[in-house]
């Protein structure tokens, strides 16, 4: 039969087709949904730590490596995951990226000891890394130019957005109604739905030639993990202790190692001219303390509100969704009067009300309600974040070269990822001093007021109970909070001496504000 006689169904397709072409509406579903996975699995995890502390014995400092040991690899790698998209075929690592994050997924539920949790973890962000940077390239591959893909960047945006409040109530519910263990299995049966329906909705892309720069994403990751690492340690074993000396003296030889290979490689995976425009390297420096000060006060409010507030995962989930909407007010404030103010005043103001509502924190107590002591800080915090989201989203890309506008956007979600672990690992390192030196304060009174099965509970666990230990975890908490308005405040400080963009620089760039937001929060 020649060619001219084959039906359009029995054309030959191109390797990488999509067996059902023409239904843009399923392949956006399917790209969505692992935006939504991978966005959603920072919260959906927080609100079950206490269950996990519980379950697997963690102690308080150490159960931040539960948040950071994904945040360190997904932002370490996420700039390679783009890379490997483009050079590899898209539909191809976005599905490998899937794959790899579901069965971290199976392996994180199943965790019987805390370095299975944390390795799981680990993997869980090297799948999200290489999935959530393709996934958004995906939509360029399959949605034409205009406002067909307007309209599916404004759909990626909203699940980016949205994906942080669903993780919240999704959390709670599985941890209340089945098992902390749940927030990992989840995601397994949407995994692998994804994974089967991509090659059949998706298009394969172009590959594009190239160099993968695994050297720098190694020293990056290994060395920043290296740091945090040394700052947690310390929080427990002492500024002098041998092991936490040597992680920050590692720390310092791979990040040097880091900055000399980018400054050497042909196709760098952070490329180091980036922070050549005092703009783009003011944007990083305030993503950097914002997202620090943001990951500490989610991690710690959630043990506040589990643990001294005595809520149940539901509730601690619901209570963290005004905070969300203040993140979604203040982005659209922002992103619908830039164009007329320019960025300056929402950096400004943006970082005056987080660090108003982290100075706030700093009164925490145990005798500190939700309303009185949490609601109007995290309302004020929230509104700032939302302010300079958005706002640092377009500054990022202001006057760089349309082909590189990817590295700097992604640099900017990376900076997010990786400042949000550095500074939780600080946070933590304040909480657990403050928290050693309050208990050793309490146990004297403890002592002395304690029923026999109290004391050996507290011999065996050495944790105090209840109103002890809960003065202990709210000095510690209010005490992590002082650094973190220092973050804060640098963050001001940076955004009033260093960025100098114009509105007019913006003007062209407002309209893709959505598509291009800081993901994975």
């Known amino acids: 039969m020649s060619t001219s006689q084959l039906t359009q169904d029995q054309k030959p397709e191109k390797p990488g087709t999509a067996r059902r072409e023409g239904r843009p509406g399923i392949a956006l579903t399917v790209i969505a949904a692992c935006q939504l996975m991978v966005v959603l699995d920072a919260t959906i995890v927080n609100i079950a730590l206490p269950h996990i502390q519980n379950a697997l014995k963690f102690s308080t400092t150490d159960l931040t490596w539960v948040v950071s040991a994904y945040t360190l690899t997904f932002g370490g790698l996420l700039l390679l995951g783009g890379r490997a998209g483009d050079i590899l075929g898209r539909r191809r690592v976005f599905m490998s990226g899937i794959l790899l994050f579901t069965l971290a997924s199976l392996l994180g539920g199943l965790a019987q000891e805390p370095w299975q949790l944390l390795a799981a973890r680990a993997l869980q962000g090297v799948g999200g890394a290489i999935a959530s940077p393709t996934s958004l390239a995906l939509i360029t591959t399959t949605f034409p130019e205009g406002p067909e893909r307007n309209r599916a960047f404004g759909v990626f945006a909203a699940v980016s957005a949205g994906g942080g409040a669903v993780g919240l109530l999704a959390g709670g519910m599985l941890t209340e109604w089945l098992d902390w263990r749940w927030v990992l299995f989840v995601n397994v049966p949407i995994g692998i739905l994804i994974a089967v329906l991509t090659p059949v909705f998706i298009n394969e892309s172009e590959r594009h030639p190239g160099r993968f720069d695994i050297a720098g994403a190694l020293t990056s990751t290994a060395g920043m993990a290296s740091l945090v690492y040394g700052f947690i340690r310390a929080s427990e074993e002492g500024w002098r202790d041998r092991l936490s000396t040597g992680s920050f003296a590692a720390a310092v030889v791979l990040l040097l190692a880091f900055a000399f290979i980018e400054s050497r490689a042909r196709e760098p995976i952070t490329p180091l001219r980036m922070f050549a425009d005092r703009n783009r390297s003011g944007t990083y420096v305030i993503m950097l303390s914002l997202a620090a000060a943001m990951f500490g006060m989610f991690f710690f409010i959630v043990l506040f509100a589990q643990n001294v507030l005595d809520y149940t995962p539901i509730e601690a989930g619901l209570a963290f969704l005004p905070v969300t909407a203040a993140i ?78 990817g590295a700097a956007s992604g640099l900017l979600n990376a900076t997010q990822q990786v400042g949000g672990s550095l500074g939780l690992s600080i946070l933590t390192t304040a909480f657990g001093t403050a928290g050693r030196n309050e208990a050793k304060d309490q146990i004297p009174s403890f002592m002395a007021q304690a029923t026999p099965e109290q004391k050996a509970e507290f011999a065996r666990t050495h944790q105090l109970p209840a109103p002890w230990g809960h003065q202990v975890l709210a000095e510690g908490i209010s005490t992590a909070f002082v650094p973190a308005a220092a973050m804060a405040l640098l963050a001001l400080i940076v955004a009033t001496v260093v960025i100098r963009v114009r509105k007019s620089d913006l003007e062209a760039l407002a309209g893709t504000a959505g598509a291009a937001g800081p993901a994975g929060g």
């Open 328 to 405: 979604i007010v203040g982005a659209g404030v922002s992103q619908r009067l830039l164009p007329v103010l320019g960025p300056k005043p929402f950096m400004m103001t943006g970082a005056t009300l987080v660090l108003l509502g982290l100075a706030w924190q700093t009164f925490i107590s145990p005798d500190s309600s939700y309303a009185g002591g949490v609601l109007g800080p995290m309302l004020l915090f929230g509104v700032g974040m939302g302010l300079n989201f958005v706002t640092l989203t377009l500054t990022a890309v202001s006057g760089v070269a349309p082909h590189e506008a």
